[in-house]
């Protein structure tokens, strides 16, 4: 696939080939939100035709970075130089006007419109009557297309295109805006290998053409394959600046991690250890070879009763793609799923909730809650049933119902004025304890939490813990936790099924989990992945 | 009033209404302070200037009965309209249907020889299924709710014309179904006794029902609404087949009040139910959907009416008068929101 591609040599790394003044130069760049340093006093450059290649934990500063840079995010202190001019980079325009382009895992792209439209949008060329003279635009498209090797039609729907498509599209948009630096955020997390292939192609050419890259991804195989220089980031400070050569895959994990770890080893000693312990108990939950393509592949794993389960991975790994299929807001393509040996045939998440399984979504405020409902409505609505005056009349008791919310942000220590305040302004934590309050007064025998404390500070984060732990010590509800900061599963869980690229990889428990032996997990596998792949 | 409000204090599930109201009322901007008032402020100025002008005419019992006799089939329509709406869907077929009803009606009557129990009953289950299929279109097929109602509509059109060519139904409706419409329990008509008594029931199942928290949620978050466990499809079928129970109904009382069934009688309905429902999104609340706005939003579009015609205004003033209100009222809302968000 690769050979198909333009036939450019890999760059020779013209960064070091030009010893004159990088392109970009970040200088002290400081972030903090609330508390919490995310970028601290980071020195950073880029040159033209370089490849740079970020890596680091989740939260460890690279996407900041990437934000401050983005003008998505304006940072606390620290300078930006393009060209030796200090920039002031407020908004997305400044950024694009610079040169400065970004395409996110999401694909910013309009579905509805073709591959073409999408390419021109915004700047298309007319004719004198002021309509769109697509041929003309084709015409000088033509160059840019040829370039990076694209042979699908332009003229398709962007929805009807493959996630390599569509990357190929985001790159020729920004090569049409004329950029000098593309950042690409996990740009093979959903592709196939002959497809990956086909973007590193892509990636070398561009860099040949004098393009930068900033090539952010979990899969050190193919950051050290592409990158001139690599920059490593943990908790907020770039740690490590290595050219290429001066990594292997070993060293680039110990710079990652912290530390020097043998993951298979880890995982083995953690499964034996895990079987022991556990293996006199029947399953509270069964996941047996759980497939949702092209996210998940054959899945399996266990919770026990009253036991809390960690689900670690990076992104891309499948872990919410397992969440929600266990709470049947998406339905499994394959496998199975047993609730107490009995299999589940779950057809909603309202048969779901009926058999005693509840989830609290990632995306908190789109999915969770009732953003200009009362506190009382969102605590209310998971469990109505029991509200009522009679049981064959919808009519509800108002006053038990307010008792009950009342009793449930009492017990939770929800911090509010009054009940009938609309969610929208509380605080992230307390918003978190309203979705899991939600389920409390169901019988519950597993809650799925995707995303435990994202966006909640460190005091409601110790609180949701112990009424999770709770949960699960009281009332022998097995937990499912996903969280992308792994020190939290780490301090939570009893043990931690780690995915990669939508399969089980290892399971860590005990004293053999750390935030160390799961993170090189985690790459250990997108290694061998790649090992496999190349 | 203050024994509904004071009910309403004590019942309310979560203090939800009564909470809302007292907190939203009086919280925000002036600007927006007053754009939930503005409403009812003019509707007191306009019965205010209507009673001087002519106070023979316009402020007296009759004709006070005379605009809630008016308000009520509007009122009909219009809370099916507002359950569709909570719920964040369109429907665009309620006047057509209510048309269709209006003919439906007499027509069963007369030309099939059906009793008036019998006709009502089949009228109503034609309005329940034509709802069900907007709904199933609409939450199972997933068909945008404006094409979806919109198409159907049509459709009834054409079903109006082939179930009387064209003709209008006039003779051998009983009497006693003519008389209905005009009849008075208590001095009280019909029409408005019916009204009262659906929005009332449409009231309590929007505030005091675990349906109506339901409906709310769809309307408020469809996604966290089936995050929480809710058949948000089922609602919104049970949605729209409100709506079109409702819109037959209308078309039903319509038949009666004006003694046959004409074509295309009820068409009109659908751009004065949507004009009354937004007005009275911006009643009290800020651009949310409830039926006590609702109300408020037909009885002030019908005192103008009456007031304009009584002021000798001709009648193709007031389809002015309704539009430009509702631009006012609705707009004056929505800016008083983005200057309070600034």
């Not at chain 1, 069964?286 to 092209?294: F, G, M, N, W």
């Not at chain 1, 307390?430 to 500070?457: F, H, M, P, Y």
């Not at chain 2, 009953?121 to 068909?143: H, P, Q």
């Not at chain 2, 309590?204 to 995050?227: H, K, S, Y």
Request: aromatic residues 6%.
């Amino acid at each position: 696939m690769s050979s198909a591609g333009p036939s450019i040599e890999p760059a020779a790394g013209p960064g070091d080939a030009s010893p004159s003044a990088p392109w970009l130069e970040v200088r002290g760049l400081t972030k903090n939100f609330a508390s919490i340093r995310a970028l601290d006093a980071v020195d950073f450059d880029v040159s033209r035709g370089q490849v740079h290649g970020l890596v680091g934990a989740n939260g460890a500063g690279k996407s900041t970075l990437i934000r401050c840079l983005a003008g998505l995010v304006v940072p606390d202190a620290g300078t930006i130089r393009i060209d030796g001019e200090e920039v002031a980079i407020h908004t997305p325009t400044v950024a694009q006007r610079l040169g400065l382009t970004f395409i996110h895992q999401e694909l910013n792209l309009v579905p509805r419109f073709s591959a073409l439209e999408n390419i021109m949008l915004g700047r298309r060329k007319r004719t004198r009557l002021g309509i769109v003279d697509w041929r003309a635009t084709r015409r000088d498209l033509q160059d840019t297309i040829d370039r990076l090797g694209i042979t699908f039609s332009l003229e398709q729907r962007v929805d009807e295109l493959t996630v390599a498509q569509r990357w190929l599209v985001s790159i020729a948009r920004a090569l049409v805006g004329s950029a000098t630096m593309i950042a690409m955020d996990e740009p093979t997390a959903s592709l196939s290998p002959a497809e990956a292939d086909r973007i590193f192609a892509v990636v070398r050419h561009l860099s040949a053409a004098g393009v930068a890259v900033l090539y952010v991804s979990h899969r050190l195989g193919e950051v050290l394959d592409l990158s001139d220089t690599i920059s490593v980031f943990r908790d907020g400070k770039l740690t490590r600046r290595a050219s290429r050569g001066d990594l292997n895959r070993s060293s680039l994990v110990r710079e990652i991690v912290g530390r020097d770890l043998q993951p298979e080893a880890i995982a083995d000693a953690a499964a034996r250890e895990t079987h022991r312990a556990k293996s006199a108990q029947a399953a509270l939950l069964e996941v047996r070879e759980l497939s949702h393509e092209p996210a998940v592949h054959s899945v399996s794993f266990e919770v026990h009763r009253g036991e809390v389960v960690g689900l670690a991975g990076l992104v891309g790994s499948g872990r919410t793609e397992v969440a929600r299929m266990l709470a049947a807001a998406d339905r499994p393509e394959g496998g199975q799923i047993l609730l107490d040996g009995e299999p589940l045939n779950l057809k909603s998440v309202a048969s779901a909730v009926a058999s005693g399984i509840a989830l609290v979504p990632e995306e908190r405020r789109s999915e969770g809650l009732f953003l200009d409902r009362s506190v009382s409505f969102n605590l209310n609505i998971g469990d109505l049933k029991p509200l009522r005056r009679v049981s064959w009349l919808p009519l509800l008791h108002g006053r038990r119902a307010r008792a009950r919310a009342r009793q449930l942000s009492e017990q939770l220590d929800i911090k509010i004025a009054d009940l009938g305040q609309p969610v929208r302004a509380l605080s992230g934590g307390n918003q978190q304890k309203i979705l899991i309050a939600r389920w409390l007064t169901r019988d519950l025998r597993l809650l799925v939490l995707d995303e435990v404390s994202r966006g909640v500070d460190v005091g409601a984060r110790a609180e949701i813990h112990a009424i999770v732990g709770r949960l699960a010590a009281t009332r022998d509800t097995g937990i499912v936790a996903i969280s992308s900061e792994l020190e939290e599963l780490v301090e939570f869980c009893d043990r931690i099924v780690v995915l990669a690229d939508g399969r089980v990889v290892g399971e860590v428990s005990g004293d053999a989990m750390t935030h160390e032996s799961v993170l090189a997990l985690c790459y250990g596998h997108a290694e061998e992945h790649l090992e496999v792949t190349a | 009033m203050t024994t509904i409000e004071q009910d309403a204090k004590d019942e309310a599930p979560h203090g939800e209404a009564p909470r809302r109201r007292g907190l939203e009322s009086f919280s925000g901007s002036p600007l927006q302070v007053f754009s939930r008032y503005a409403t009812l402020i003019a509707l007191v100025l306009m019965v205010i200037v209507f009673s001087i002008h002519s106070p023979k005419a316009f402020f007296t019992l009759d004709n006070f009965l005379n605009i809630l006799s008016q308000s009520s089939l509007i009122g009909l329509i219009s809370g099916g309209l507002t359950i569709t709406l909570i719920v964040g869907e369109f429907d665009l077929s309620i006047g057509y249907m209510a048309s269709l009803a209006g003919l439906l009606m007499p027509g069963l009557m007369s030309l099939q020889g059906l009793s008036i129990t019998f006709a009502l009953i089949v009228t109503l289950l034609v309005g329940a299924s034509v709802g069900a299929v907007n709904g199933l279109l609409v939450a199972k097929a997933r068909i945008n709710s404006v094409v979806a109602t919109l198409g159907v509509g049509t459709m009834l059109v054409g079903a109006s014309y082939t179930y009387t060519n064209g003709q209008p139904i006039a003779a051998g409706v009983p009497t006693a179904f003519l008389n209905f419409a005009v009849d008075k329990v208590i001095g009280i008509p019909n029409p408005v006794i019916v009204a009262a008594a659906v929005l009332g029931f449409l009231w309590v199942i929007l505030n005091f029902t675990d349906l109506g928290q339901r409906l709310l949620a769809v309307g408020g978050n469809p996604e966290a609404a089936r995050m929480s466990g809710i058949a948000v499809d089922r609602i919104k079928i049970f949605a729209l087949v409100i709506s079109g129970v409702l819109a037959a109904l209308t078309g039903v009382m319509l038949s009666s009040l004006i003694g046959s069934g004409t074509i295309a009688a009820a068409d009109g309905y659908l751009l004065s139910a949507f004009a009354a429902v937004f007005l009275g999104s911006a009643t009290l609340r800020d651009g949310e959907f409830h039926i006590l706005g609702t109300v408020i939003g037909v009885i002030f579009i019908n005192t103008g009416i009456n007031g304009l015609s009584i002021f000798g205004v001709p009648t193709s003033y007031q389809n002015i008068f309704t539009g430009g209100i509702l631009v006012l009222a609705v707009g004056l809302s929505t800016v008083a929101r983005r200057v309070a968000a600034r």
